[in-house]
Structures are given as C-alpha cells and as structure tokens.
C-alpha cells in the first residue's frame, strides 16, 4: 500500500492478482470508506469469474451475510469451528487454484526465529524512544479523525459531530455539550469517551488510551452532572510496534487492532450496546 494509489492497488489486487480473497466479515464491513472499495472489486470480479475464488468467514457474532452473496455459497462460522480450521479450508482454497503447501525446513525455521528475534529487538527499541511516542500521538490523531468523519455511521445511530474548540475537538450528541482533551460520543442511552495518556515525551511506558462506555453522560471537565451514570464497559488499550514496519493498539484481551481500524472497533461496540440498551428500555 505504502506509496500507491490505495483504490487502485486494493481494484488490482482483489479483483485480479489474488489466488483466493478472504473476507473477515464483521458488521462494519462494506460499509467503510475501504471495506466498501474491497467489496465492489470482488462483486465485480465474481461477476465474470463466479465467487469460487471468495472465502467468507464470519469474525463477529450476529454479523449479518452480505445480501448479494449466493444462497448456494458456503461461508464459515470462525467462532463456531476456530482458527485452525478456517486455516484448513484457506489452505484447500489456495491448492484448489494452483498454489502449493510446502514443509517448513531446519532453514526456514532458523531464518523465522531470527526474524523473531530482530521484531523483539526492534519493539523494545520503539517502547524507549520518541519515534514510538510520535507515533502513539499520532495514531489517536487519526482516531480522533477517523469518529470525527465516520458521519454515515453516525448519523444511522442519531449522534451529530461539532467542533468545540480546534485542536483536539469533541463529539456531540442528542443535545449533549462537552468540553475537555478527549473525545466524547453521546447518544441513545450510551455515551463513549475516549481519553491518551502520554506521561512521557521519549518513552511509551504507563502510555494508554482508555475508552469507556457508560449508560449515562459521565463527570467530565466543564459538565455538571447530577447523577454518576453507570459504566457498562472500560478497555485500556497500550501502544506498539506490532510486526516490521506495522504499528498498533494492543486491547486488555491482547488483540491487535491498526490504527485505521481502532474507529470502526470501538463504533461497533458503541452500536451494539445502544442496541442492548433500547432492547432493555422496550
């Protein structure tokens, strides 16, 4: 991706140099800026070729399978069976079209542990120094951005976006006005805040991003709140070096989540228990 024309390297590569797509269905998908470039590449291509080439492997719980999918097409359940047998069906997808599974030699063992090594080299490196901060600052900058501009999605859960100040701005929501450094997304029954620590300026140590969801608008800095709501739900994400030249927030379950993706996880969280909070009030 880095250095090209991101629409039209995901075009080229999903609909015509892949053996085999696989697509990690999650509610979001085909419904952000990105996803929805991935899914007309491969409508498009199953449009000529049939969707032989497609894996489709629900990721998320209550995911709804795209509509324009064939009834007759398969898709795999990853919660349902597990990792090592969506790694199975992926593997008999890629011999299906030409590919060929090889044994990991003595050689190849040695060279993936040395790779290993340099990656755990290279974190420790990145958590002691200020590349790493600047590039922590930078990620909830994009974070930041990334709710700020998701006005579709949004908009389908009644909240509106409005700048308080510049610099680092808030979210708005059914009337509800709050001023502070973090971000603040209210609406039906759910307010999400979303706050970085940077203690220091050359080290990511005690670095966290922390969300926090609660049924009701918290004591926030310049808000008289009468009543403390209850929080529903707080994550603690850490910042780091996730693989070679890859960045990311690590979750307290240790999963990994890209920078560009942190938005579209904590939305859905966010849609999800606003749906659980209306089913309680009906």
């Not at 390297?9 to 999903?14: I, K, L, P, R, Y």
């Not at 085909?30 to 498009?44: D, F, K």
């Not at 969707?51 to 795999?76: C, G, M, N, Q, S």
């Not at 996730?242 to 969280?269: M, V």
Request: glycine share 10%; proline share 5%.
């Amino acid at each position: 991706m880095a250095g090209t024309d991101g629409e039209k390297t995901f075009n080229a590569v999903f609909g015509e140099q892949a053996r085999t797509v696989a697509v990690l269905l999650r509610p979001q998908w085909g419904h952000t800026p990105w996803t929805r470039i991935e899914e007309t590449a491969i409508r498009n291509r199953a449009y000529s070729q049939g969707y032989d080439f497609a894996t489709f492997i629900v990721t998320a719980p209550r995911t709804p399978i795209p509509e324009w999918l064939p009834k007759t097409r398969i898709w795999y359940d990853l919660e349902r069976f597990g990792l090592p047998g969506a790694a199975a069906v992926l593997v008999s997808r890629v011999q299906e079209r030409g590919g060929v599974a090889v044994e990991e030699t003595l050689a190849d063992r040695a060279a993936r542990l040395r790779r290993a090594q340099d990656l755990n080299e290279a974190r420790e490196a990145f958590q002691c120094g200020q590349e790493g901060v600047d590039a922590a600052r930078e990620a909830y900058r994009r974070l930041v951005g990334d709710l700020k501009t998701n006005t579709e999605l949004l908009g389908r859960i009644g909240c509106r976006v409005q700048d308080v100040y510049a610099g680092i701005t808030m979210l708005v929501g059914k009337g509800v006005a709050l001023t502070g450094t973090g971000v603040a997304l209210a609406g039906t029954g759910v307010v999400l805040t979303v706050e970085a620590h940077f203690p220091y300026a050359n080290s990511l140590k005690n670095t966290a991003l922390v969300a926090q969801f609660y049924d009701g608008v918290p004591r926030l800095p310049g808000l008289l709140v009468f009543d403390d709501p209850r929080t529903l739900k707080t994550w603690r994400f850490t910042f780091g070096l996730l693989g070679p030249g890859r960045t990311g927030w690590i979750g307290p379950d240790g999963k990994e989540h890209a920078s560009e993706a942190l938005a579209e996880f904590l939305l859905g969280h966010f849609m999800e228990l606003q749906r659980r909070q209306l089913g309680q009030a009906e």
